[in-house]
């Protein structure tokens, strides 16, 4: 059993999870008894910490709103990870160019004992990163709301701007956040349309939660709702490829989340993937370092085939011979 101080902790962590718990669970959790449970809850009442009963058989309790953070108690490998992960986002992979991430971070390496500094300097010293993409990115301020009502399932009120730069309101009942890599997108049910959508959160312009918790009946797989979205709106065209490899071996090479695949026999692959212009596609395509075949549109085989023309010229012609120093 864990002493007390630590599972004073544990507990407001486990409480700080979910809206609610029940005290059977917490006490499983926690492998304690109920009654230690409930000792514990009036302990952190005690300290200031709003938890809040909630009736049912057993009891329950959550935290109220505006309940006081409890003080960090990570151990090394858990402050050193928090550290890159907010280096990470303060070097714009996710927030762009929001401050939150590097405020954060420089408050952290504020309290880092003096072995986790000199570990993330060695980090610092040997990391080089490429260019950010400069595609827009939601600010953090956007996401923390947005996973606050994902947490709560509390029906929000979103002002949203679509691709075409069109503005409405809408009432939804949201479910997750799901990050590609390139954007963050917020999934939720249009009540007005009955309809599960998926958001760019970049393109979320206000949200506000209307105090409505609601019970979402048979959510869908996320991650997957904004791949079928992406493959299916998400790139002004779209070209098909077959590769003669098998799914399983195409998925590896193209990421699922990016294209749809489909099985054209047993040895060979048809993708379905979206691009901004027949050239990036191209290039797309040959950086893949695979045999492939594009069977649609003809602007993307002309321009692949204009990088391998180009490239054989280049590299068929008589090399210059060096005569001195060049200019």
């Known amino acids: 059993m864990i002493a007390t101080s630590a599972r004073l902790l544990r507990l407001v962590s486990l409480l700080s999870s979910r809206p609610?718990?029940?005290?059977?669970?917490?006490?499983?959790?926690?492998?304690?008894t109920e009654r230690t449970v409930r000792r514990d809850v009036d302990r952190l009442r005690e300290l200031g910490y709003g938890v809040e009963s909630v009736p049912g058989p057993g009891g329950g309790y959550r935290l109220s709103a505006g309940a006081r953070v409890p003080p960090l108690n990570l151990d090394d490998d858990e402050?050193?990870?928090?550290?890159?992960?907010?280096?990470?986002?303060?070097?714009?992979?996710?927030?762009?160019?929001?401050?939150?991430?590097?405020?954060?971070?420089?408050?952290?390496?504020q309290i880092l004992p003096k072995r986790m500094a000199a570990r993330l300097?060695?980090?610092?010293?040997?990391?080089?990163h490429t260019p950010r993409s400069p595609a827009p990115q939601a600010s953090a301020a956007v996401?923390?709301?947005?996973?606050?009502?994902?947490r709560a399932t509390e029906r929000t009120r979103l002002s949203y701007r679509d691709m075409q730069g069109n503005t409405s309101v809408r009432d939804v009942d949201p479910h997750?956040?799901?990050y590609t890599g390139a954007h963050w997108y917020f999934v939720a049910r249009d009540v007005d349309r009955d309809a599960w959508r998926s958001f760019r959160a970049d393109r979320v312009l206000d949200a506000h939660p209307t105090g409505l918790v609601v019970d979402l009946a048979a959510p869908p797989d996320a991650a997957q709702l904004v791949s079928d979205t992406i493959v299916r709106t998400g790139y002004p065209f779209y070209a098909k490829v077959r590769f003669p490899l098998p799914l399983e071996e195409t998925l590896r090479l193209v990421a699922p989340i990016v294209a749809a695949h489909e099985s054209d026999g047993p040895r060979d692959t048809?993708?379905?993937?979206?691009?901004?212009?027949?050239?990036?596609?191209?290039?797309?395509?040959?950086?893949?370092?695979?045999?492939?075949?594009?069977?649609?549109?003809?602007?993307?085989?002309d321009a692949l085939?204009?990088?391998l023309d180009a490239l054989y010229r280049t590299n068929t012609a008589t090399p210059h011979t060096a005569t001195g120093n060049h200019p």
């Open 79 to 109: 402050a050193f990870a928090v550290a890159v992960a907010l280096r990470e986002a303060a070097h714009g992979a996710a927030l762009g160019g929001d401050q939150a991430a590097l405020s954060a971070l420089l408050k952290l390496q």
């Open 176 to 178: 997750r956040l799901v």
């Open 305 to 307: 085939l204009s990088r």
């Open 121 to 128: 300097a060695s980090l610092d010293a040997a990391v080089e």
């Open 270 to 301: 048809i993708i379905t993937i979206g691009g901004s212009d027949p050239d990036q596609m191209a290039g797309y395509l040959l950086s893949l370092r695979s045999p492939l075949q594009v069977l649609s549109p003809d602007s993307v085989r």
């Open 20 to 32: 609610t718990w029940s005290n059977a669970e917490l006490a499983a959790r926690l492998e304690v």
């Open 143 to 150: 996401l923390l709301v947005l996973a606050s009502v994902c």
